[in-house]
């Protein structure tokens, strides 16, 4: 026969489980938004370091075009796997949030 204090005792551990639980999947939605925010702030940057080649290009070696230039191919190519990492970030956290 189980006691107040029995009582007591399990009703704070399923408490204290279910605390564990949340902080856990809190941890887990804020770390997919440190990730989600540090791929757009890379991909600002990718942006603008385009746009300065971009400008350089077209100011300084009009004979060129921006489009064969290695720089911009390079900047281009990394801004494509940037923006495929994102999306898949975008997923994970729909995915994650869906499971809660």
Known sequence: MSTIFDDLKEGLRDGLNIVVKKTGEYTKLGKLNIDLIGLRREIEQLFSELGGRTFEIITKEPDVAVKEDEEVKQLVEKL?????????????????????
Request: aromatic share 4%; net charge positive.
């Open 80 to 100: 494509k796997n940037l923006e495929a990492k994102l999306a898949q970030k975008k997923v994970e956290m729909t995915d994650y949030k869906k499971r809660e």
